[in-house]
């Protein structure tokens, strides 16, 4: 793969990452309510599982996966199903008190749910897969050697966990984290409400999809 080519890979998932969507609301969601580790945990997480598509990808199996109605719609139902709770969760739990997990002699936040979260985020949902498959095909060829697909599946992985990382760190610097704690009870509402409103479309395209 010629440098050209990777920027021009580095920089349609940059682009790609930057998009507003369930991901950030969840990344965001996670730095709010237990901090700057939490949220880094959330976007880790998230990356490793952008990087699992890739290697879905360059490994053939999204071209079975997309083939397959079924499948397909069955992990786009669960990952809207999955959106939904975190945003019924998010509403029921309104804002927790300003997270301790960063401070000296403090407790750790749980960090287990929130890279789960972040995680789950990105493997549920299916469309990963087409844009991988769209991305990729612009790149890989029948001579290219597992060094160049190994470079990309790297380029995608971490680059949205770069970015989401970033998003994390700057979300939880000191005025950025009070600002979002004074008004924490609305954000955490509104991102929830973006979570359910998303799954919920979500949920009943796949559904019409599959009954038609």
């Given at each position: 793969?010629?440098?050209t080519?990777?920027l021009?890979?580095?920089?349609?998932?940059?682009l790609?990452?930057?998009?507003?969507?369930?991901?950030l609301?969840v990344v965001?969601g996670?730095t709010?309510?237990?901090?700057?580790g939490?949220?880094?945990?959330?976007?880790?997480?998230?990356g490793?599982?952008v990087?699992?598509y890739?290697l879905?990808?360059?490994?053939?199996l999204?071209?079975?996966?997309?083939?397959?109605p079924?499948?397909?719609?069955?992990?786009?139902?669960?990952?809207a199903?999955?959106l939904?709770?975190?945003g019924?969760?998010?509403?029921?739990a309104?804002a927790?008190?300003?997270?301790?997990?960063d401070?000296?002699?403090?407790?750790?936040?749980?960090?287990?749910?929130?890279?789960t979260a972040?995680?789950l985020?990105?493997f549920?949902?299916?469309k990963l897969?087409?844009f991988?498959?769209?991305?990729f095909?612009?790149?890989?060829?029948?001579?290219?050697?597992?060094g160049a697909?190994?470079?990309?599946?790297?380029?995608?992985?971490?680059?949205?966990a770069?970015?989401y990382?970033l998003v994390?760190?700057?979300?939880s610097?000191p005025?950025?984290?009070?600002?979002l704690?004074?008004?924490?009870?609305?954000i955490?509402?509104?991102?929830?409400?973006?979570?359910?409103v998303?799954g919920?479309l979500?949920?009943?395209r796949?559904?019409?999809?599959l009954?038609?």
């Amino acid at each position: 793969m010629t440098l050209t080519h990777w920027l021009s890979l580095f920089t349609v998932c940059l682009l790609g990452a930057i998009s507003p969507g369930p991901s950030l609301a969840v990344v965001l969601g996670n730095t709010l309510r237990q901090g700057r580790g939490a949220g880094l945990a959330a976007a880790l997480a998230h990356g490793a599982g952008v990087g699992l598509y890739g290697l879905i990808t360059v490994s053939g199996l999204a071209v079975v996966m997309t083939s397959s109605p079924r499948l397909f719609g069955g992990l786009q139902i669960l990952g809207a199903c999955y959106l939904v709770y975190l945003g019924l969760r998010g509403l029921l739990a309104g804002a927790a008190p300003p997270a301790a997990g960063d401070e000296t002699g403090a407790p750790a936040p749980r960090r287990g749910s929130s890279a789960t979260a972040g995680f789950l985020v990105a493997f549920l949902n299916p469309k990963l897969a087409i844009f991988m498959l769209a991305l990729f095909s612009q790149f890989l060829g029948p001579d290219n050697h597992w060094g160049a697909k190994t470079v990309m599946v790297l380029t995608v992985g971490l680059t949205d966990a770069a970015w989401y990382s970033l998003v994390a760190v700057l979300a939880s610097r000191p005025g950025a984290l009070a600002w979002l704690r004074y008004r924490g009870v609305l954000i955490e509402r509104l991102l929830a409400v973006v979570l359910i409103v998303l799954g919920s479309l979500v949920l009943l395209r796949a559904l019409a999809a599959l009954a038609g």
